[in-house]
């Protein structure tokens, strides 16, 4: 993604408010924690960064900035944080409907189902162990569908724990977030608390929960939940997470967090075939600006997973769209020396007062 402010007019427009960022991530796709680095270098008003190459370190051995970094306030835990953090947790085994929310602007939070360490790896059906075929070279299941199988081969870059028993859905096979990736994320996002609008099978609400305070989980498809508890409780870290089945945008008035972070539904692997992705017209349900708006009601952070295609114009547009304006660093996202995709990171100049 070639990119110059002088193309983006509403970038030129925010001026230091702007930041043009990469991150360069590295994974070899094991079972097993893979080893990582990120190189990570930023500059002050708008422009490029550099800073390339591959590191032998773990990921902690570099730690990248949080969003607090870069833009004013913090979110690192505080006292002033945990006055903003929602209601203690619930000790309940059900997933949290939309129709059960509190009518106040907290949440009620609930755990998840216990039990982690009796899911089993072996795949079965009525009880019995079943013995997979593989249809290629490359080993892929013949249950596996053609149009997922690429995704299947790099299942271990989605979750270093697929063999414990991960359950995805057909959209969450190309639609989660790679585990080093969402890692990042949820280092940029700090220890606050994070409200996640579109957790999906639940990638990044994992990693979200190994490094935050406080975690809330949505999705509207109740299977994806489902799998998403399930998942989570693989990790280790479904009772930090409240899961709520419901609609993020109804529900937006009645969260309060730090951070909030949106990977909305990109349209499916098409988005790839356009010049530029279309936050307007491509994203779904609801356009760009009816994203960050409900963002805004939640939290002074709003952070974007986008396609490596995304109109930089369009996110300028969106921090210009408020008053004041936000600042806006977008983060290019590079995994294995390959830019996969860019990450917007909004932030209300206000936040700090």
């Avoid at 970094?69 to 209601?87: I, K, N």
């Avoid at 969106?318 to 590079?334: D, G, M, R, T």
């Amino acid at each position: 993604m070639d990119f110059s402010v002088d193309e983006s007019p509403a970038a030129k427009a925010l001026g230091p408010l702007f930041k043009l960022t990469e991150v360069h991530l590295w994974d070899d796709g094991s079972s097993e924690e893979a080893e990582s680095s990120h190189v990570q270098e930023s500059t002050t008003g708008y422009g490029t960064t550099s800073g390339k190459g591959k590191g032998s370190g773990r990921i902690n051995q570099r730690r990248p900035a949080e969003i607090a970094d870069y833009m004013p306030d913090s979110t690192r835990g505080s006292e002033e944080e945990e006055s903003r953090s929602p209601a203690s947790v619930l000790n309940n085994s059900e997933t949290l409907d939309q129709s059960d929310t509190l009518k106040n602007e907290i949440v009620a939070e609930i755990g998840c189902l216990p039990g982690a360490s009796a899911l089993s790896n072996e795949h079965e059906h009525d009880g019995e162990a079943l013995k997979l075929e593989y249809k290629d070279h490359l080993g892929v299941p013949v249950e596996i569908p053609s149009s997922i199988s690429k995704y299947w081969l790099q299942r271990y870059l989605l979750f270093s724990r697929f063999d414990n028993g991960i359950k995805m859905d057909e959209e969450g096979w190309f639609s989660v977030t790679p585990e080093i990736l969402a890692k990042h994320h949820a280092e940029r996002c700090g220890r606050g608390s994070v409200v996640d609008l579109f957790t999906g099978v639940g990638g990044n609400a994992i990693q979200f929960a190994q490094w935050s305070r406080h975690v809330i989980a949505i999705d509207i498809d109740p299977i994806k939940i489902d799998y998403a508890r399930h998942n989570a409780a693989l990790y280790g870290v479904g009772e930090r997470i409240d899961f709520i089945k419901g609609d993020s945008f109804s529900l937006a008035p009645k969260l309060k967090a730090d951070v909030v972070f949106c990977s909305p539904p990109w349209g499916g692997p098409g988005y790839s075939k356009v010049t530029k992705f279309d936050i307007n017209t491509m994203l779904k349900p609801r356009d760009g600006k009816s994203l960050f708006d409900a963002g805004r009601r939640i939290a002074p952070k709003i952070v974007m997973f986008l396609p490596k295609n995304v109109d930089i114009n369009q996110l300028a547009e969106l921090s210009l769209s408020a008053l004041p304006p936000w600042y806006l660093e977008v983060e290019k996202n590079y995994l294995n020396g390959i830019l996969k995709t860019v990450t917007a990171y909004f932030c209300d100049p206000s936040s700090s007062l």
